[in-house]
């Protein structure tokens, strides 16, 4: 991809003949946030930061994994021609759903095998996970990807975003929606909606506030899904990421109503440190 000037250079900076991607750099500052924010929140949890590190020790290299493969699988064709370009994740191409799913698979495993309370490290996460994908969307932003349809200066500068923003989103003469940013946007006011629920009395119940994080993320993103122009497709007509927001979305809402039927004991997100058996 070429880049039109007053874009920004995808690379912070060389180390002999490695390349330091802003991607990467942005990714890893978004990673160390999440783990000093869930540690902080865990130990007021009554459950050990080095737990959580060690989960996130797991589940970060294995969420990339699962994200990348994701993307690769649904973007095939291309990958078939292109064998060597699988394991270029520096160049963008990770979908954000596979990783969710991977590293929720991760958590599930750890917890069983720590015996520590599954919803309650969810819980504990939400708010980790939903900064760092608001930080991580900026990887995006300077490498020129995840953006909507063409669209024009006047209307960018007319939506009062800097120009920074505004001159990166030109892309070989063309300008396009910041989806990107809309997404960030998205993201920071639900880590902010999830911090003041979870403080709340008596108000979520253990796993709702990871419940919470599904509904507020998928509800957005299916909206912001559809701006953008480089969507995995299912079928060449439906996209991929507003199928799974409308499914995580229902799933969402339907498991909430059944684990507050079933297990009306389930104790609120404040009560105490004491593992619940049935969470």
Known sequence: MSLQLGAIDPIAFSLGGLSVHWYGVIIASAVLLAIFLGTNESEKRGIKGDDIIDMMLWALPISIIGARIYYVIFEWRYYIQHPAEIIAIWNGGIAIYGGLIAGGLTVYWFTKKRGLPFWLVLDIAAPSVIIAQAIGRWGNFVNQEAHGEATTKAFLEGIHIPDFIVNNMNIEGVYYQPTFLYESLWNVLGFILL????????????????????????????????????????????????????????????????????YPENPYYLTGAEFAQKN
């Open 195 to 262: 911090l003041i629920l979870r403080r709340r009395k008596n108000l979520l119940k253990r796993g709702e506030v990871a419940l919470s994080y599904v509904l507020w993320y998928s509800f957005g993103r299916f909206f912001i899904e559809g701006l953008r122009t480089d969507s995995l497709m299912l079928a060449q007509t439906i996209r991929v990421s507003q199928l799974l927001s409308i499914l995580l979305f229902v799933g969402a809402i339907l498991l909430w109503i059944y684990r507050r039927k079933k």
